[in-house]
């Protein structure tokens, strides 16, 4: 049965002692130091309904003899409290169930990642060491692996597939301890992504950036004065990274001489093919190959990494127009570009 292959030894303790009355599971439980018994724990309250021939496959498996019902095992998790408190005494069992309601344990490896995307996964996974993602990736499905896989350098890709097809399984420890970073880091990652006001500014940001002649100015003048943070996030978003199509070519090739080569290529590694042949198109050849191989040597990077450096080039084209030199075409109500005459 495949599935039992992908079956930690803890997860087949917990199959096992599922099928057990309460005195003897007990007994057996005792066996284990706290932090197996955390991880049984967090296995054995996830159980639902166990399928016969799932429990009888782990039998055979481990050469264990046990009197099976005819019918599927049920399980209920009053009974698993009450054989936890036989084994462990009511504080410690108390103290292992909350860690496992609060998320600090979690009923399967890498349970936090059950939904991410593979641009969430990249994220979580950038810097790691090849072993971690080797082991996260061993516990994504295979589609998804794939897709992040193929983000990282070919000769990491190959060290990574080498340590999944050669991995032993890992110690419940080390599992653990693995898990928890990863857990942080999706946390991390769900805070900086949950922005629900951001569609907002942007939104109120476009409505300005539509409006004709000084209105625009005014508008956010006035809105500095009653709520200044709000002013702010507004003007970032009055002019983006993705507006330097609109900069004019003479004030954008000044605006480039600010900005190192290696900001440069980093800010573009997100970037649409209209905003990289603006800056291609006003570099010198010496230049944009310069960019290019910077650009070849780039690995992963965090999207954060990446925005920080589009935000540097849209810094410095915001310092040129503050001297009050023309530098942005102002764009139309509808996105469209009013002509300088």
């Known amino acids: 049965m495949s599935i039992v292959k992908n079956l930690s030894g803890i997860q087949k303790v917990a199959i096992i002692l599922s099928t057990l009355d309460a005195d003897t599971a007990a007994n057996v439980i005792k066996e284990f130091d706290d932090e197996q018994i955390a991880a049984i724990s967090g296995e054995m309250t996830n159980f639902d309904r166990i399928d016969k021939e799932l429990v009888e496959t782990v039998l055979n498996d481990l050469s264990k003899e046990l009197k099976l019902n005819k019918k599927a095992v049920k399980y209920d998790n009053n009974s698993f409290k009450k054989l936890l408190v036989k084994a462990v005494g009511s504080q410690k069992s108390e103290e292992i169930l909350t860690s496992v309601e609060e998320g600090t344990l979690f009923p399967v490896p890498f349970y936090p990642l059950k939904g991410a995307s593979e641009e969430e996964l990249l994220r979580?996974?950038?810097?790691?060491?090849?072993?971690?993602?080797?082991?996260?990736?061993?516990?994504?499905?295979s589609q998804r692996a794939a897709k992040v896989l193929v983000q990282f350098p070919a000769e990491l890709q190959a060290d990574i597939i080498m340590r999944i097809a050669t991995m032993e399984p890992p110690p419940v420890k080390l599992l653990y301890q693995v898990n928890e970073v990863?857990?942080?880091?999706?946390?991390?990652?769900?805070?900086?992504?949950k922005t629900p006001a951001r569609k907002k500014f942007k939104l109120a940001s476009e409505i300005i950036g539509g409006m004709e002649g000084p209105a625009d100015k005014n508008v956010v003048d006035l809105i500095s004065h009653k709520n200044p943070e709000l002013a702010d996030e507004i003007k970032k978003l009055l002019f983006t990274f993705e507006?330097?199509?609109?900069?004019?070519?003479?004030?954008?090739?000044k605006v480039l001489t600010e900005v190192d080569n290696g900001v440069i290529a980093l800010a573009l590694k997100t970037?649409?093919?209209?905003?990289?042949?603006?800056?291609?198109?006003?570099?010198?050849?010496?230049?944009?190959?310069?960019?290019?191989?910077?650009?070849?040597?780039?690995?992963?990077?965090?999207?954060?990494e990446v925005e920080a450096a589009q935000q540097q080039i849209v810094e410095a084209i915001k310092r040129l127009e503050a001297k009050g030199e023309s530098v942005v075409k102002k764009k139309g109500a509808k996105g469209s570009v009013e002509k300088f005459v």
């Open 243 to 253: 507006d330097v199509i609109y900069v004019q070519d003479d004030a954008f090739r």
């Open 271 to 304: 970037a649409n093919e209209e905003s990289a042949k603006k800056f291609f198109s006003n570099m010198s050849k010496r230049v944009g190959d310069a960019v290019r191989e910077e650009q070849e040597l780039l690995g992963p990077r965090l999207l954060s």
């Open 124 to 141: 979580i996974l950038v810097g790691e060491h090849p072993q971690t993602i080797a082991l996260v990736l061993s516990y994504v499905d």
């Open 182 to 193: 990863v857990a942080s880091k999706v946390k991390s990652d769900d805070r900086r992504q």
